[in-house]
């Protein structure tokens, strides 16, 4: 049972829902008042999240507005919209690519819906950052018209959680009375990992791309793999298209250890070679693809390290960013092993900045129904 930690909404609140692969991050955040905000997590499969958010938020009052994060939903961009059927229905249509959120999202909207039908409800994506990336950065060598219904290019996810980076080393560079960065790396390292590249304010490339699994190894994701040997899989070991895909999805990437789970605490306890293995893999795909971005930036001046295990994880982020030195970056080892919140990791004397940048979602969230709200959109 999950009553002892109720979610209590009123009607001055808006809901902020975010539904991860294996998580259920809500918020309530007063819209008028001094009201604090309040925020809860579950962890579990998606039928567990399901009953979290059926047990977890007291329904004896409706919050005004109710706001969810949405990985896939195709070419969209950072603007909140309406949750209408129209919309809807696209985002059941891209849940193909993303199996692993769109169905648990649209389950807890159906919910929601069911319990608070007159409460409007929003939808803000993971992928709009990465609207207006370069063609460069967004095609694939395939003939364009294979899938027409879901057209190829690279989507991009995480953007809530690069662009609230983003917004962190700015200001934190500023406070620092340090010049803000023109080329940044953002690194996000959670269960998911992705990594992206801004000249500025506009992302140049990142390392997701049609569906979350592509580019880094992450927690029981693969990443990048050679289709070649996907291929091979199919077609001279017997695997169907359903095993092959729940491989990929919930069976590889640190959870390939025998019996792994896929958590980077466990694998830097063990004494296991393959856990070892493992760890040396997934910290060389990380620093490979900061040289990737290195070379789209020309150059670089800081490097933002954040989710579950880069803000948690001190031995992570020495074993990747400890071995750029190549590049200008000089971390601080006995800053790396303090830090906590949002913190500085690089020497004084580096020539590349690094900042540990814990992700708030839910800050980006609500920026963008309030944009929206104050351009007239509320309703």
């Known amino acids: 049972m999950l009553t002892h930690t109720t979610l209590t909404c009123s009607a001055q609140d808006i809901l902020l829902c975010n539904a991860g692969s294996t998580t259920l991050k809500l918020q309530c955040r007063p819209l008028e008042g001094d009201a ?22 007291s329904a004896r009052e409706a919050p005004r507005v109710i706001v969810h994060r949405i990985v896939h939903a195709g070419a969209v961009t950072e603007k909140a919209r309406l949750l209408d059927e129209e919309l809807l229905a696209t985002i059941v249509h891209w849940g193909v690519l993303a199996p692993l959120h769109n169905p648990l999202a649209v389950s807890l909207i159906d919910c929601l819906r069911q319990r608070w039908p007159q409460t409007p409800q929003y939808a803000v994506f993971d992928s709009g950052l990465y609207a207006g990336l370069p063609d460069v950065a967004t095609q694939y060598a395939l ?21 609230n980076q983003w917004r962190q080393v700015r200001a934190a560079s500023q406070a620092a009375g340090l010049p803000v960065p023109e ?14 590249c801004w000249q500025g304010a506009c992302v140049l490339d990142t390392s997701m791309g049609y569906t979350p699994l592509e580019g880094l190894v992450m927690s029981t994701r693969a990443g990048s793999v050679d289709p070649g040997l996907l291929l091979h899989l199919l077609q001279h070991e017997d695997m169907s298209v359903q095993e092959l895909s729940a491989l990929l999805a919930t069976q590889s990437g640190l959870a390939s250890l025998d019996g792994g789970d896929g958590d ?16 040396a893999l997934y910290c060389q795909q990380i620093r490979k693809g900061i040289g990737a971005a290195v070379a789209v930036l020309g150059g670089l001046d800081a490097i933002s ?15 990747v960013l400890g071995e750029l030195a190549a590049f200008g970056v000089q971390l601080d080892a006995g800053r790396n092993d303090r830090a906590s919140g949002l913190s500085r990791l690089h020497e004084d004397g580096s020539a590349v900045a690094l900042w540990l940048t814990p992700v ?14 104050g351009s007239g959109g509320r309703k």
């Open 264 to 279: 980077v605490r466990r694998l830097l306890e063990s004494t296991e070679p393959r856990a070892e293995a493992l760890l």
């Open 36 to 57: 604090p905000i309040r925020e809860r997590v579950f962890s579990g499969s998606p039928e567990t999240l399901l009953e979290a958010l059926n047990q977890g938020v």
């Open 360 to 373: 708030h979602e839910f800050d980006e969230m609500f920026r963008q129904w309030e944009t929206l709200a």
């Open 183 to 196: 080329r940044l790396v953002s690194l996000h390292l959670g269960g998911g990992c992705s990594l992206s």
């Open 305 to 319: 390290i954040g989710g579950g295990v880069g803000e948690h994880q001190p031995r992570v982020r020495e074993r």
């Open 143 to 163: 003939p364009a018209s294979l899938s027409p219904r879901w057209p190829l290019r690279r989507y991009g996810f995480h953007g809530l959680a690069h662009r």
